[in-house]
């Protein structure tokens, strides 16, 4: 493949809502650019962006899947980015790393909220973003409610540069606003062109004036030339057209039907004409700070995806973000603390490889046999280089949790190994080994995601894993008083076991507190550290549901011993079983943990969010406006929140998002607490 520099490089973020047609449309301009020869199909399995296992058996897309394709002596490298929200940390990860983002709306949907947050996050990071209206070839699209939908929702002005010249299955033409032509396909190709007539070319002028006008605004000299002449030049339009989408003042819109090859090659030329290249938007901008991409600078560079492919290994995908990279380039890995030597250097385009010679400031670019790397990792020239500062990916937050259990002790063994494993390739996951639970956590975006991380251990690794229901960290406590006394006393020929001891049990919001109230030396104080460790352990495993026991004071006001009977083990024993009678003379209660949830759904799926949340025994806490979206705020017991992610894709059609974070805890109802109880006691007998 040949060199490129950094005024030939597009790099395009194809983002949007699950099943909007990202992948058809990455689809479409592979195949119009002419790397491809055939144009594949989601439901068949055979697209260039959607190639690992798991793709194709569910037909979506799970990982980012960087598509790069020489075009006209640019090289345009597309980003597939999943839709769903259970993927969304691919999003997150590539996002920064393209200059501009192309966001894919479903004609007969209008905006879901996966596009609108695709929108927000290019925002965030000053991305330049054009829209692709899909479904141009659907009887019911209707291209001002489109438009309308999208500027209203997002508080913005669209340019349409181009729409159908006709709506429904037997449409196959597309207008160029700039070019005022119609151009027509046949079996995915241009086989046709004609120049606007009618309500079209009418429509076309509408529109040319709208973004001479945008285009205007974003210039002085061409402002003053359009005040002055009441128009501007092609060549005008043009010129201003790439300056006013790099500075992110005018949003680009195209229609096509992409599934056909209809309207895409105009898409993909007008990357070419005027989407921002790394050379004129060499900025990565983060709330916190702007990274400069400097081609004179060390070369540094950032790992932002890894796929591991069956017949490759892992293949590491980077950006160039200052400097030159080449196959004998040595980098010093700032994360891991690792030298790392970049050997074969290539573009990819899905699994297949190009190899390059080197890869300049700007560019996405890939290698292989690293060996301490993984996605989000930072590179510098070597140890003594500093890495930037700026976090440079934001991962979002875990919102669903699973334990992940081996169904043999062999397999057990493993899990956690083969998940850190894994967490080279995904990094939006964490794992947490809970020893208070005896479980090991995964906490992900979504139920989905879990899934596939389990589906991977069972297929990449080999391991039999299932997915639990997380145990819950109930917490015992008490709303009462109480006084109580044990003695122990135990003979067993020789020396003997006795001691004796009275407690004031009472709550405490502060926590735990032991107070030695002994007076006239009724207890040795030797003895007194062994009263409160017998307190404390049967606290650490509970009293009455098996649950870690908080807020309380104990408080040893009295107590005997024998002169030659008495010791520590005696005296903790003799607590333990003071401290449980007391326990249950004093109004015991079973707190869970409440989280705050908010969901944000499209209005006409409020109701029924609410109602859900009510039977989750959710305390609704208000709704909020949100664009066209309502949010809604409930408290919510962690217990019911368990497969929530799924139920709400199924409630919304997939267009509900929410986040949790944890409130406080809370007395669970008795009905509740009674069967924790007995469940309890049951499991306590059983186990002997």
């Known amino acids: 493949m040949a060199f490129y520099t950094s005024d030939k490089l597009r790099n395009v973020c194809v983002a949007g809502h699950g099943t909007s047609g990202k992948t058809t449309l990455v689809e479409s301009l592979l195949f119009h650019s002419g790397v491809i020869n055939r144009q594949g199909t989601v439901e068949a399995g055979n697209t260039v962006s959607d190639f690992t296992e798991e793709e194709t058996n569910r037909g979506i897309s799970i990982s980012a899947a960087v598509c790069s394709a020489e075009y006209r002596k640019n090289l345009v490298c597309l980003v597939d980015v999943p839709g769903y929200f259970d993927f969304s940390g691919e999003l997150a990860a590539t996002m920064p790393f393209c200059e501009s983002a192309l966001l894919t709306v479903k004609g007969t949907s209008g905006l879901d909220v996966g596009t609108e947050k695709a929108f927000a996050l290019a925002r965030r990071y000053g991305r330049s973003i054009a829209f692709f209206v899909n479904e141009m070839d659907k009887e019911n699209l209707a291209m001002d409610e489109v438009i309308d939908g999208i500027e209203s929702t997002l508080g913005i002005h669209v340019a349409p540069l181009s729409f159908p010249a006709s709506v429904g299955p037997n449409a196959d033409a597309v207008a160029d606003v700039l070019k005022g032509k119609v151009f027509k396909y046949t079996d995915g190709k241009r086989t046709g062109e004609s120049a606007l007539s009618g309500d079209a070319a009418n429509m076309a002028a509408e529109y040319k004036t709208k973004i001479m006008e945008a285009v205007a605004e974003s210039d002085e000299a061409l402002m003053e030339k359009y005040f002055a002449d009441g128009a501007l030049s092609d060549e005008e339009i043009n010129t201003g057209l790439i300056k006013a989408f790099a500075k992110g003042s005018l949003f680009p819109l195209f229609f096509g039907a992409p599934n056909k090859g209809i309207g895409t090659d105009l898409v993909l030329d007008a990357i070419v004409d005027f989407f921002p290249t790394p050379a004129v938007k060499n900025e990565l901008i983060y709330p916190d700070g702007t990274v400069v991409l400097n081609p004179a600078e060390a070369p540094r560079a950032i790992v932002f995806k890894v796929n591991v492919i069956p017949q490759f290994g892992e293949v590491f995908i980077f950006k160039v973000l200052s400097g030159e990279v080449d196959e004998a380039t040595e980098f010093y890995n700032a994360n891991s603390s690792a030298a790392e030597k970049f050997g074969q250097l290539f573009v990819v385009r899905g699994k297949d490889r190009v190899a390059v010679s080197k890869a300049v400031a700007g560019q996405i670019a890939a290698t292989v046999k690293l060996k301490s790397t993984k996605t989000g990792d930072q590179f510098v020239k070597d140890k003594n280089a500093q890495p930037l500062a700026l976090k440079l990916i934001e991962w979002p937050e875990a919102i669903v949790r699973g334990a992940f259990v081996g169904e043999s002790k062999e397999d057990a063994d493993k899990v956690a190994t083969n998940l850190r494993k894994m967490q080279v390739e995904d990094a939006s996951f964490r794992l947490v080994a809970d020893p208070e639970l005896k479980q090991l956590f995964v ?16 297929n990449q690794y080999k391991l039999n894993v299932r997915i639990e229901e997380p145990k819950i960290p109930y917490r015992e406590t008490i709303r009462g008083s109480s006084e109580t006394s044990y003695r122990h006393k135990k003979q067993t020929g020789g020396s003997g076991q006795f001691a004796e001891v009275h407690l004031r049990l009472e709550p405490n919001p502060e926590g735990f507190e032991f107070v030695n109230a002994i007076v006239g030396g009724v ?32 408080t040893l006001f009295f107590g005997k011993e024998h002169e030659v009977d008495s010791n520590e083990m005696a005296f903790k024993i003799a607590a333990s079983q003071a401290f449980k009678d007391a326990v249950m003379k004093a109004k015991p209660v079973l707190l869970e943990p409440l989280y705050t949830v908010e969901v944000e759904v499209p209005d006409e799926y409020a109701g029924a969010v609410m109602g859900d949340i009510s039977s989750r025994r959710g305390k609704p806490q208000g709704m909020d406006s949100r664009g066209r979206n309502q949010v809604v705020k409930a408290l919510v017991p962690l217990k019911e929140i368990h497969g929530y992610s799924t139920k709400l894709r199924s409630m919304t059609n997939g267009r509900g998002l929410y986040t949790i974070s944890f409130s406080h805890y809370d007395p669970v109802p008795p009905d509740i607490q009674q069967r924790i109880m007995d469940e309890y006691q049951k499991s306590r007998s059983q186990q002997g």
């Open 523 to 554: 207890i040795s104080g030797r003895f007194i550290p062994a009263v409160e460790k017998g307190v404390r352990e049967v606290m650490e495993d509970g009293v009455f549901a098996g649950c870690k026991f908080i807020n309380c004071r104990v």
């Open 443 to 458: 906490d992900g975006l979504g139920e989905l995601h879990l899934e596939v991380l389990s589906r991977k251990l069972r």
